[in-house]
T-cell receptor, first 111, second 112 residues
Framework: EAQVTQNPRYLITVTGKKLTVTCSQNMNHEYMSWYRQDPGLGLRQIYY???????DKGDVPEGYKVSRKEKRNFPLILESPSPNQTSLYFCASRGDRNEQYFGPGTRLTVT | GNSVTQMEGPVTLSEEAFLTINCTYT??????LFWYVQYPGEGLQLLLKATKADDKGSNKGFEATYRKETTSFHLEKGSVQVSDSAVYFCALHLYNFNKFYFGSGTKLNVKP
């Protein structure tokens, strides 16, 4: 089954404690990206990756890092999380017809 | 700049009512347009899309027509069901920017 998986689904952490949210897709897609979803703001793109070792900033990259060492994986790293990064995060991969496939989401709370 | 504007929700309808969710966009280029649906506790799923002017995307009884002259992509359904209750997102993709832009989402509540 074609899918995008994210882990963990829920995470509560404290300010400044480094964390990583993993994302994996099994569709051999080249393009992957991360979004955050906040009430009234819709989805905003954090980072995207065109292929292995090729990443670029989206609209709200501050406070986040990404890496793309393998085609299937695209982890999101928060080196020093802050409360304003409390949000719902989605990973997505994109196929040939520009259709994005989304993961189930990771709800992050930073206290 | 590039942006998508959707009507604010929530939209509350009775079962079998007609649905319209408005979406307009601004784009520096020729975008592809999408509607995504998000059911409670889940990620977004592609509902329909259109890649050029006057194209009509359709799926599960939903339709939207790419109107370049009015820069719009309104979502319609002739008879909604309780199971259509969800949040609907309009989005555009610009190939040269390789980015997606999403609207803020419109929550639909359908009552039996």
């Amino acid at each position: 089954e074609a899918q995008v998986t994210q882990n963990p689904r829920y995470l509560i952490t404290v300010t400044g404690k480094k964390l990583t949210v993993t994302c994996s897709q099994n569709m051999n897609h080249e393009y992957m990206s991360w979004y955050r979803q906040d009430p009234g703001l819709g989805l905003r793109q954090i980072y995207y990756s065109m292929n292995v070792e090729v990443t670029d900033k989206g609209d709200v990259p501050e406070g986040y890092k990404v890496s793309r060492k393998e085609k299937r994986n695209f982890p999101l790293i928060l080196e020093s999380p802050s409360p304003n990064q409390t949000s719902l995060y989605f990973c997505a991969s994109r196929g040939d017809r520009n259709e994005q496939y989304f993961g189930p989401g990771t709800r992050l709370t930073v206290t | 700049g590039n942006s998508v504007t959707q009507m604010e929700g929530p939209v509350t309808l009775s079962e079998e009512a007609f649905l319209t969710i408005n979406c307009t966009y601004t784009a520096t280029g020729y975008p592809s347009l999408f509607w995504y649906v998000q059911y409670p506790g889940e990620g977004l799923q592609l509902l329909l899309k259109a890649t050029k002017a006057d194209d009509k995307g359709s799926n599960k009884g939903f339709e939207a027509t790419y109107r370049k002259e009015t820069t719009s992509f309104h979502l319609e359904k002739g008879s909604v069901q309780v199971s259509d209750s969800a949040v609907y997102f309009c989005a555009l993709h610009l190939y040269n920017f390789n980015k997606f832009y999403f609207g803020s989402g419109t929550k639909l509540n359908v009552k039996p």
